[in-house]
């Protein structure tokens, strides 16, 4: 399959480091059959040494479409890692080429090669040589401006891009401010190329708004513990308390089949608040829940909360 074959707008969800595994992202999909999923952000020196990172290689079926996402700054580490990525079954890889971690950048990965297109170009075509997979960027709007976005953009289109993402901010801005979509639409009109917009998109409807003339949008921070941010509200109501509850639970599940009882419960923090937030006592039970260090006191207390009468819940959930 190439990006021709999907459907516009193309639905993406963001790869994030600890976020989006192989239990989230069979979560997402239960939710959205045409939401492409991205791996977590990946180092692919790590895949090389690590038996245990190349875990993170692995996926359900349900998964399909799935990208691997991918970091690093050796064109042939990317080459061998890619080919590795195709054997396993994988639709293709995206290359971080915007992380604004000052770790990352300082070992001229992420957004750092945005400075140097040479080596951003090199690491394209190592893939594009070793493999036949979909090859794509996730980048952002330049450095300090969006000045050298489209001469960047038109370098990586020439190398062998398939698709890039662009997040509307740049390096400078890291998360700060809000992310500006204008250099992204004027890009797509000098790019042959599918292009997808990404940046402070809350949820479906947004995306809808802010996709324009581009391919499609990319959801990050807002699906985190909130998978229906990608389901069209036309198509699906605002989910309940008791689904909300169930499909954490589920999602617990799912993470308990490659974790450790004790590592879940703190690794399942990160999508808890979202969770279970909008309704009554939520605060509170957000803070036992936090503070679980057995996995049967956890589960009872989630399955309390699925039970309350809907009158006691005060649902107040944003469409």
């Not at 952002?140 to 953009?153: M, Q, S, T, V």
Request: proline share 4%; aromatic share 10%.
């Amino acid at each position: 399959m190439t990006w021709k074959d999907f459907p516009r707008p193309l639905v993406c969800l963001a790869p994030m480091d600890g976020i989006t595994n192989t239990a989230y992202r069979r979560i997402v999909r239960s939710l959205s059959k045409r939401t492409l999923l991205f791996s977590e952000f990946t180092s692919v020196d790590g895949l090389l040494r690590s038996e245990r990172l190349r875990e993170r290689m692995d996926y359900h079926p349900s998964e399909h479409p799935f990208f691997m996402q991918l970091f690093g700054n050796d064109p042939q580490a990317f080459a061998e890692v890619s080919k590795m990525v195709e054997d396993r079954g994988i639709l293709g890889v995206d290359i971080n080429m915007g992380c604004p971690s000052k770790k990352i950048v300082n070992s001229q990965h992420g957004s750092a090669l945005m400075k140097d297109v040479d080596g951003a170009c090199r690491i394209i075509e190592s893939i594009r040589s070793a493999c036949n997979l979909e090859v794509s960027v996730k980048t952002r709007l330049g450095w300090e401006n969006a000045d050298n976005l489209i001469p960047f953009a038109k370098s990586l289109e020439a190398a062998g891009t398939s698709l890039v993402t662009i997040h509307g901010r740049t390096y400078r801005q890291a998360f700060k401010g809000d992310a500006n979509w204008e250099p992204i639409y004027e890009l797509k009109r000098n790019l042959s190329i599918p292009v997808v917009g990404n940046g402070d998109v809350q949820d479906y409807s947004d995306g809808i708004k802010k996709t324009k003339n581009l391919d499609g949008f990319m959801i990050g921070r807002s699906a985190i513990g909130n998978p229906w941010v990608f389901c069209n509200p036309y198509e699906r109501a605002n989910p309940s308390l008791a689904e909300r509850v169930e499909t954490a639970i589920r999602h617990y599940e799912l993470l308990r089949e490659f974790q450790t009882e004790h590592r879940a419960l703190r690794e399942f923090r990160k999508y808890l608040g979202e969770y279970i937030q909008g309704f009554r006592h939520a605060k509170e039970q957000r803070k036992q829940l936090m503070t679980c260090e057995r996995e049967e006191d956890f589960l009872n207390q989630m399955r309390e909360i699925a039970s309350w009468e809907a009158s006691d819940s005060e649902l107040a959930f944003a469409s």
